[in-house]
């Protein structure tokens, strides 16, 4: 992890701990499932198939995690033996909102487990030069300011996409964002964290670096060309 003696050299926010305070925003999704999953998924000898699948089903996974505090409410519902109160998720309903292209791999395996979800698309891509995020596409559901966005992308690498995709999101009215990914960049984290420190980050791991291409180490490689058999 990066470490500052003093604040954020980005936005100049001093903090007592900095380094505790960039991680209290990112929760490590530990669970055995997801870990195995991502192993299967880093090694060279991982299919196209095989990877697309996992993906997939991480996704499920990561989804159940990010939702794991939505509240909940009380109805009256009838059985067959008696009428009780019993739980549903309360106010705001999500959004999927896959930064295309590898983000799309986690759509499916989320929308399994909430399928009334409504889905925004933000197409962006990376200047291989400057590494800045590129817009080419954008469009959410009208209602993003009333639902909880579900930002996804499977690398937190530079977080130049990430932060671009937050601040249309934004601009677009959304208030309430989270950042779902499989692997994170110390870079990424702080780099997100600094530009919105109101997203919080679910990954399933984190990951030592990036190199000199952007690209996170030890990591898994490019996950959209992996995730659609393109290199
Ligand atoms: N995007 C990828 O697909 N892989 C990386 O390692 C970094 C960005």
Not at 197 to 212: G, M, Q, R, Y
Request: charged share 25%; with cysteine.
């Amino acid at each position: 992890m990066v470490r500052f003696d003093t604040g954020c050299p980005c936005c100049n926010r001093e903090y007592y701990d900095y380094e505790e305070w960039l991680m209290s925003g990112v929760t490590v999704v530990g669970h055995p499932l997801v870990q195995h999953k991502l192993t299967l998924m880093r090694e060279t000898t991982c299919s196209t198939k095989s990877f697309r699948q996992l993906v997939n089903e991480v996704g499920t996974l990561l989804c159940y995690e990010v939702t794991r505090d939505l509240p909940l409410e009380k109805r009256t519902i009838q059985t067959p033996l008696a009428e009780m109160q019993a739980p549903v998720i309360a106010g705001k309903k999500l959004v999927f909102a896959p930064i295309l292209r590898a983000g799309v791999g986690f759509l499916d395996g989320m929308l399994d487990l909430v399928p009334s979800a409504r889905v925004a698309h933000i197409g962006l891509y990376r200047d291989p030069v400057t590494l800045e995020a590129v817009k080419y596409y954008f469009k959410a559901p009208a209602d993003v300011a009333d639902r909880l966005v579900i930002l996804m992308d499977p690398m937190l690498a530079t977080g130049h996409s990430a932060v671009a995709a937050v601040k249309l999101l934004k601009e677009s009215g959304a208030r309430d964002i989270r950042f779902v990914c499989l692997l994170a960049a110390p870079e990424g984290i702080e780099e997100l964290r600094c530009a919105h420190p109101d997203v919080k980050v679910w990954t399933a791991a984190i990951d030592s670096h990036l190199n000199d291409h952007g690209y996170i180490v030890p990591g898994l490689g490019d996950a959209g060309d992996r995730m659609f058999g393109t290199k």
